[in-house]
Structures are given as structure tokens and as C-alpha cells.
């Protein structure tokens, strides 16, 4: 089982339009989470992070985690051409004394005009 | 404040090489990790580095190696390069470690290994 998932192939949506985006996770004890966008050519860069249950809205940006079902979700309202980007879900694992974070391998967003 | 700086951003390598890849965190950031990213495995953790030590390590050979020094800075060094070694190398720096701490990442180093 992988640490981390993004099933969800390249996601599509129209300008004004909401994006959804799902990412499971493997490690029960994982406590913190986050989300990157990467735009193409260049690195990841941190919009949201969360560490409770619940939803956390930032912006036009909304992460949503439920522990129970080890799942974190992003949110993207208001969809602008300047949010199509790959977007990594990450979580911060505990093995062997030490934490890290796992990636997924990333969902890609096209918001079409 | 200045982000997190990689060096240099380009590099192409011949097999059989060895190349050493820098990283500047933040300003008062303690914490440095490596990763590789390629398109077919994503980002893979390499290691960690806090208070000039390693700290974690990912499942990568040995020819992978890293070290931090006092003023934070860290380097990363390949050595006995393979074709498979070409990938986007990206530091993150965090200002602690622990769980609920945030990572910011620089903006890479692109190997090219021939």
C-alpha cells in the first residue's frame, strides 16, 4: 500500500468553476498534511497545510481532513487559468524515530477559460 | 526574507562523475531534506539534515550522501553517477523538525547525466 494517493488522472475544469482534488493516506499515526502546487518547470510551493479535523479555508483555497478515513482533500474555488498546476498531497509519516514527508505523485489541474 | 536557495540550477554530467549540489534554507531554519523527483516515481525523500547531522535517510544507495554545516547549509553529493541519476534534486527547509512543521522547498537543481 502506498503512503500516499492521488488517483484522480488530470482534472479539468472551467474558468469560475470549483476543483476538487483527493488524496489517501496510509500511516494512522500521520499528523500533519499538506498541500503543493507545482507548476510546470518549476518547484513545489506550500498553500495549505492542516493539522485538525475538519475544514480550513484559506483564501479561495479550502483543505478538508477526516482522520477516521485518512483522507485530506483541497478545494479550489473560483478556478483561475493561473491555478492550473500539478497539486502534491503530503504527509508527514513517523517511522523509525523520525518523521518525514511522503509525497503523492501529484494531481494535475487544467482550468480552461 | 529570502527563500530557500539551490545551486547551481543546472548541471549536466557525464556517467561514471560525481557531482555535489548546495542548499541555503531560509534565514533561522534549522532543517534541510533532500528529495529527487522524476516523472515516473514522483518525489522520493533522500535525507534529513538538523543541527549538522543526519537525521533520516531514504531508501537510496550510498553513493547518495549529504552533510549540513554550522551556519545550516547543506550539501548533497552523487557520486559514481548513473543515467538514472538525471532528476530534479529540491531541498526543503523547515525551521524545526517535528510533525507540525511547515517545509519550504528551493527551486531545484535539473542533473542531466550522459
Known amino acids: 500500500q502506498k503512503e500516499v494517493e492521488q488517483n484522480s488522472g488530470p482534472l479539468s475544469v472551467p474558468e469560475g468553476a470549483i476543483a476538487s482534488l483527493n488524496c489517501t493516506y496510509s500511516d494512522r499515526g500521520s499528523q500533519s498534511f499538506f498541500w503543493y502546487r507545482q507548476y510546470s518547470g518549476k518547484s513545489p510551493e506550500l498553500i495549505m497545510f492542516i493539522y485538525s479535523n475538519g475544514d480550513k479555508e484559506d483564501g479561495r483555497f479550502t483543505a478538508q481532513l477526516n482522520k477516521a478515513s485518512q483522507y485530506v482533500s483541497l478545494l479550489i474555488r473560483d478556478s483561475q487559468p493561473s491555478d492550473s498546476a500539478t497539486y502534491l498531497c503530503a504527509v508527514n509519516v513517523y517511522a523509525y524515530g523520525n518523521n518525514r514527508l511522503a509525497f503523492g505523485k501529484g494531481n494535475q489541474v487544467v482550468v480552461i477559460p | 526574507k529570502a527563500g530557500v536557495t539551490q545551486t547551481p540550477r543546472y548541471l549536466i554530467k557525464t556517467r561514471g562523475q560525481q557531482v555535489t549540489l548546495s542548499c541555503s534554507p531560509i534565514s533561522g531554519h534549522r532543517s534541510v531534506s533532500w528529495y529527487q523527483q522524476t516523472p515516473g516515481q514522483g518525489l522520493q525523500f533522500l535525507f534529513e539534515?538538523?543541527?549538522?547531522?543526519?537525521?533520516n535517510k531514504g531508501n537510496f544507495p550510498g553513493r547518495f550522501s549529504g552533510r549540513q554545516f554550522s551556519n545550516s547549509r547543506s550539501e548533497m553529493n552523487v557520486s559514481t553517477l548513473e543515467l538514472g541519476d538525471s532528476a530534479l534534486y529540491l531541498c526543503?527547509?523547515?525551521?524545526?523538525?517535528?510533525?507540525?512543521?511547515?517545509?519550504?522547498f528551493g527551486q531545484g537543481t535539473r542533473l542531466t547525466v550522459v
Open positions: 539534515y538538523f543541527s549538522e547531522t543526519q537525521r
Open positions: 526543503a527547509s523547515s525551521w524545526n523538525r517535528g510533525m507540525n512543521t511547515e517545509a519550504f
